[in-house]
């Protein structure tokens, strides 16, 4: 059963113009969503986050929305770049039960954005 | 320092060998990751050390045995794999035990094959 969706395995675009990459989870436990970035035979790196309080969190060209009710989220890239060509994953977290046991994320399958210049 | 580190990049190694990979992080987090990740698959969870004790295990086969020296420091020992072990390992490491706002910052991974 996977509780973090990304239904689309891959997105092309124009560079300059915006990207839209989505997410959709089940759990409603989830109360801490992440978005990360990765290349080939490279590590995932962090690039935005957002509470469950919030509904938009945003950061120089990269903007996460979150609709709490529809869980769904969205990272929003404006202006896309070649640079920002890579595999998008989509992850989310909630308070473990047992008292600092750490931060389980669980990933979305991952959306492969392609800018072309 | 604000990295997290991984050695070696590569590994391949038999049915029958002993090996460990190697995880380091100098930023004084709380908590330890190990995941695993197939090609074209999302990372998934196999180990949490928080506070340089084990809080989760994932289920993982008692093939793959975790250990954390010092807080900086996190291995896996991988002894009798299998060829389907093959994958990514990718350390990850997060300021706190617990809570919002507690990104994970990952390595760069080890690539196992193993034979």
């Known amino acids: 059963d996977q509780q973090v969706k990304q239904n689309s395995p891959s997105l092309s675009v124009q560079e300059g113009r915006i990207s839209i990459l989505n997410c959709d989870y089940t759990n409603s436990m989830f109360d801490y969503f992440l978005w990360y970035k990765k290349y080939p035979a490279e590590g995932p790196t962090f690039l935005i986050s957002?509470?469950?309080?919030?509904d938009k969190n945003e950061d120089g060209r990269f903007t996460v929305f979150l609709n709490k009710s529809a869980k769904h989220l969205s990272l929003h890239i404006v202006p896309s770049q070649p640079g920002d060509s890579a595999v998008y994953f989509c992850?989310?977290?909630?308070?473990?039960?047992?008292?600092?046991?750490?931060?389980?994320?669980?990933f979305g399958g991952g959306t492969r954005l392609m800018v072309k210049p | 320092d604000t990295e997290v580190t991984q050695t070696p990049k590569h590994l391949v190694m038999g049915m029958t060998n002993k090996k460990s990979l190697k995880c380091e992080q100098h930023?004084?987090?709380?908590?330890m990751y190990w995941y695993k990740q197939k090609a074209k698959k999302p990372p998934e969870l196999m180990f949490v050390y928080s506070y340089e004790k084990l809080s989760i295990n994932e289920s993982v086969p008692s093939r793959f045995s975790p250990e954390c020296p010092n807080s900086s420091l996190l291995n896996l020992h991988l002894h009798a794999l299998q060829p389907e072990d093959s994958a990514l390992y990718l350390c990850?490491?997060?300021?706190?035990?617990?809570?919002?706002?507690?990104?994970?910052?990952f390595g760069p991974g080890t690539r196992l094959t193993v034979l």
């Open positions: 990850a490491s997060s300021p706190h035990a617990s809570g919002a706002y507690n990104e994970q910052f």
């Open positions: 930023m004084g987090h709380r908590a």
């Open positions: 957002i509470s469950s309080i919030k």
């Open positions: 992850a989310a977290s909630y308070v473990h039960l047992i008292r600092n046991a750490g931060n389980m994320l669980t």
